[in-house]
């Protein structure tokens, strides 16, 4: 038999439907639900996008209440998942903690028992399990952050939105409005990306009729790797390599020459630029100047111009939220949990929308082992 064409990475390859987001290519753009994102970022609290994603509408006043009502309900953390993430060793990476946490709120609700039959959960089921995964996040992994840096826990804010009370959870401290708003702009833009790899992890479970849960730990572990969320922590690792900006040319002469790929640069679906980097490369100026660190941008701008001048290769979101997450004050090893706290939104839209269309994904392959022999008697 023949090979057929394989499109390794299934690269380029249409598997299905969505009407949750649309990547365009050609003219750098992403849409959300019809929305581009950047005007969605520049307008919108992060909680109206989750709305968005969820219901394919932008909330009215009473259902953005509503939203966030429940959203405040869900916030703090159960001793058990408290426990759960202390039983994580500190070495661990926190993706780690994370995908532990997740699991363990997926074991504890009431209504996810029972038979195997039951798992996959009505779409009101699936809704009410979005929400409560999206309103807990915030204070799983802020717990993390403070685990890690031997601070006590601190309680959520019912006074505070969504990102406000993420940052207060983290620091203690009443955050700066342009902070919040830099971080609230992140935290949409990283929301939702069509069928990249966490998400089509996430459908892919889905469509066995297992539960949500379990679909939103999947795409955990395939997030934390550097090829896709673990990125923006990468990036991080890069500038602390280089130092400054007058070390950029010398950096990346070895770099390249070892064939090292530089993170927070490429994609598998932009290859002229990444729709959302100047929305947070915008956000990052904004916190440069706020906490008046020129330096940062001017190791960005050398690294950038020298790398796509080299390469043609254009930065990613990965790229300018690295560093804002940096500024703001977030360990490096927090930026990925970051990633999943926005991009649960993401996950569990499709979710919803798998398990409303569902069917099994199970693609073939060509086996290409040794041919049929037997064990020798
Ligand atoms: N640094 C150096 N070379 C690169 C890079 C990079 N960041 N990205 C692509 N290339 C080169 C690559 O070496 C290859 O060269 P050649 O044809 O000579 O072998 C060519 O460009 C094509 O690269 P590829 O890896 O085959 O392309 P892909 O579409 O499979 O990869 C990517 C996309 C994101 C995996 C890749 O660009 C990459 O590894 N980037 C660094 C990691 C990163 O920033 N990931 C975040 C992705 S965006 C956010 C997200 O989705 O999570």
Known sequence: MTEPDIKKGLAGVVVDTTAISKVNPETNSLLYRGYPVQELAATQPFEAVAYLLWHGELPDAAQLAALRATEREHRALSENVRAAIDLVPLEAHPMDEVRTAVSL???????????????????????????????????????????????????????LDYSANFLWMTFGEDPDPVVVDAFNRSMILYAEHSFNASTFTARVI?????????????????????LHGGANEAVLHIF?????????????????????????????????????????????DTLVAHYDKPEVAELYDALESEFVARKGIYPNLDYPSGPAYNLIGFDTLTFTPLFVAARVTGWTAHVIEQAGANA????????????????ES
């Open 360 to 375: 099994l994904i199970r693609p073939l392959s060509f086996y290409d082992g040794p041919d049929e022999r037997h064990v």
């Open 206 to 226: 889905t469509s066995t009729l297992s539960d949500l849960y379990s679909a939103v730990v999947g795409a955990i572990g395939a997030l934390k790797g550097p």
């Open 240 to 284: 602390d390599e280089i130092g400054e900006a007058s070390n950029v040319v010398p950096w990346l002469d070895e770099a390249l020459a070892e064939k090292r790929k530089i993170m927070g640069f490429g994609h598998r679906v932009y290859k002229s630029g990444d729709s959302r980097v100047p929305t947070m490369k915008a956000a990052l």
């Open 105 to 159: 709120i997926g074991a504890s609700d009431p209504h996810a028992g029972g038979s195997v039959l039951d798992a996959g959960g009505s779409p009101e089921q699936n809704l009410e399990r979005a929400i409560r995964l999206f309103a807990a996040l915030p204070a799983i992994v802020a717990y993390g952050q403070r685990r890690r840096r031997g601070e006590q826990p601190i309680e959520p804010r019912d006074d």
